[in-house]
């Protein structure tokens, strides 16, 4: 699912100093040297936060820095790893025990992300996306959640006011630019379109005259 334009992208961003482009990656793994100018300091560390966990470890021994290892599913080289850093405790289970404390417990760090700062308030009503008849709080079988049905009772739950009981006329703001991704495989298209156009219209009735682009 590349576009192609991922290196250029991380190099537009102002905090990133260097970038190493994919074609590259094997050259690197085997020698250390990268495609951009001046190396590698003498003194660093190598950070995993997805892809192929063998290559941070290769890196990491190549360069002579620790591996700091972020996994949200499976501790794969804790013999090699100077730390693991894992989503949940249920994954400490499945790591040999002479390498458990090299482990720690991070949480969701791409979650935590996103809502560290933000109050329960303010949080998504998350039982607007249950089936009808389930009640809030409890997720139905899989098997009886309908897109339909998330649609509808997104556009039915949503009464055009903020939750601070303001009229959407009155939120002023600058315009909004909203990034659909509901995903490319068809169970996930299935469920996430029509969730995502609700989502899209419950804001627009919310946040008028703010220029959404989806």
Not at 18 to 46: K, N, S, W
Not at 55 to 67: E, F
């Given at each position: 699912?590349?576009?192609?334009?991922?290196?250029?992208?991380?190099?537009?961003?102002?905090?990133?100093?260097?970038?190493?482009?994919?074609?590259?990656?094997?050259?690197?793994?085997?020698?250390?040297?990268?495609?951009?100018?001046?190396?590698?300091?003498?003194?660093?560390?190598?950070?995993?936060?997805?892809?192929?966990?063998?290559?941070?470890?290769?890196?990491?021994?190549?360069?002579?820095?620790?591996?700091?290892?972020?996994?949200?599913?499976?501790?794969?080289?804790?013999?090699?790893?100077?730390?693991?850093?894992?989503?949940?405790?249920?994954?400490?289970?499945?790591?040999?025990?002479?390498?458990?404390?090299?482990?720690?417990?991070?949480?969701?760090?791409?979650?935590?992300?996103?809502?560290?700062?933000?109050?329960?308030?303010?949080?998504?009503?998350?039982?607007?996306?249950?089936?009808?008849?389930?009640?809030?709080g409890e997720a139905p079988p899989a098997d009886q959640l309908s897109p339909r049905d998330v649609f509808a009772r997104l556009r039915q739950s949503d009464g055009g006011e903020t939750r601070a009981g303001q009229s959407a006329e009155s939120t002023?703001?600058?315009?909004?630019?909203?990034?659909?991704?509901?995903?490319?495989?068809?169970?996930?298209?299935?469920?996430?379109?029509?969730?995502?156009?609700?989502?899209?219209?419950?804001?627009?009735?919310?946040?008028?005259?703010?220029?959404?682009?989806?």
């Amino acid at each position: 699912h590349a576009s192609g334009q991922e290196a250029a992208l991380v190099r537009s961003y102002p905090e990133v100093d260097r970038c190493q482009d994919p074609g590259g990656l094997v050259r690197l793994l085997l020698t250390a040297t990268p495609a951009f100018e001046g190396g590698f300091a003498p003194r660093g560390v190598v950070i995993y936060l997805g892809g192929d966990q063998f290559n941070a470890i290769v890196l990491g021994w190549q360069l002579g820095y620790p591996t700091l290892m972020y996994s949200e599913n499976a501790v794969l080289w804790p013999q090699f790893a100077s730390r693991y850093l894992l989503r949940e405790p249920s994954l400490l289970g499945a790591v040999n025990p002479k390498y458990q404390s090299r482990c720690r417990i991070s949480g969701d760090l791409f979650l935590d992300a996103v809502t560290d700062g933000q109050s329960q308030a303010g949080a998504p009503d998350v039982s607007l996306a249950f089936a009808p008849g389930s009640s809030a709080g409890e997720a139905p079988p899989a098997d009886q959640l309908s897109p339909r049905d998330v649609f509808a009772r997104l556009r039915q739950s949503d009464g055009g006011e903020t939750r601070a009981g303001q009229s959407a006329e009155s939120t002023p703001g600058p315009p909004i630019l909203v990034a659909v991704l509901p995903g490319s495989k068809p169970s996930k298209l299935a469920l996430g379109v029509p969730f995502f156009l609700a989502v899209g219209e419950a804001l627009a009735r919310r946040l008028p005259g703010r220029g959404q682009v989806f």
